[in-house]
């Protein structure tokens, strides 16, 4: 019988500039920290590889429109024997010393957002009104969240005195050269191939100036190698991969396809 218990890998996160060296620092000094970037540029994994790093847990919670403070402290369930208190997330995070990762925070509504701020000043504390509890935040514990700038948003957006609590990182797609090797290590793909298709993505990029919203991500361009690798043929793993999830404009679909035919002659 096998007595040691593998040992998790480290997510594998190629950095895009300092922010490792800066998290690091963020988290030592106790410092809230806010990721700004595009959907599918490594936000998510870059938390997972700071939490791996830093040994410390990882609580996610994806933000949403009915996202409630109670859903994120805590509430009282009503159960056959009585009611009990079940801890919400952040309040999990907060007793862990975890590391709390709050996903498209602008999703959540201000009241939600509100609740934050007792952690990410002096106080450092979780007040649970319901049960009168005033929860110290441990050295281990750590606010992030996460928001894309660049999507077009009526009356959503952070407000100033939520954006003034946090060190804010602004990650983007990494230069092609570690795009690539990125993908490789994703998919497995020899360097030929995804090398095209990182080749094909910053052409389809280079559509935003002409009214293409959604460019193809990081994201987008590891799974349409995972299915060039898995034996798609390259013309119709970038059409289902990389050009049809990004807009129904037949015109905008049109040049993408003429530029992936280009490109997978
Ligand atoms: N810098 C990076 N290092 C390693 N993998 C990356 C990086 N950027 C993107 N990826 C890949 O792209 C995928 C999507 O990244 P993710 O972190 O989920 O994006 P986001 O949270 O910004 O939407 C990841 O699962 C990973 O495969
Ligand atoms: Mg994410």
Not at 6 to 11: D, I, K, S
Not at 204 to 219: C, H, M, N, Q
């Amino acid at each position: 019988m096998s007595t040691t218990a593998a040992e998790p890998a480290a997510p594998y996160y190629l950095p895009f500039g300092n922010e490792v060296q800066i998290f690091e620092q963020c988290h030592a000094q106790k410092l809230a920290v806010m990721l700004k970037g595009p959907t599918g540029c490594g936000k998510t994994r870059f938390v997972e590889s700071m939490a791996f790093r830093l040994g410390r847990p990882l609580i996610t919670i994806s933000c949403h429109d009915d996202l409630t403070a109670s859903d994120l402290i805590g509430r009282y369930l009503i159960r056959h024997d009585g009611t009990a208190w079940q801890d919400g997330p952040l309040t999990r995070a907060v007793r862990e010393g975890a590391i709390c990762y709050l996903d498209e925070v602008v999703e959540a509504r201000q009241d939600t957002v509100v609740v934050l701020h007792s952690l990410t000043d002096h106080r450092r504390s979780l007040p649970i009104d319901k049960t009168g509890e005033n929860l110290a935040a441990p050295a281990g514990f750590q606010l992030v969240i996460s928001y894309n700038p660049g999507y077009q948003r009526m009356l959503k957006d952070l407000k100033p005195s939520t954006r003034q609590r946090f060190v804010a990182l602004t990650l983007d797609f990494l230069p092609a050269e570690q795009e690539l090797q990125v993908v490789q290590h994703e998919s497995g793909l020899g360097r030929a191939s995804a090398h095209a298709l990182v080749a094909l993505a910053g052409r389809i990029r280079a559509l935003r100036d002409r009214g293409l919203a959604e460019v193809p991500s990081t994201r987008l361009l590891v799974a349409t190698a995972q299915l060039v690798a898995s034996g798609i043929a390259p013309r119709d793993a970038c059409y289902v991969g990389l050009v049809a999830p990004l807009t129904d404009d037949a015109a905008l679909l049109a040049v993408m396809l003429d530029l992936s035919n280009a490109t997978f002659v």
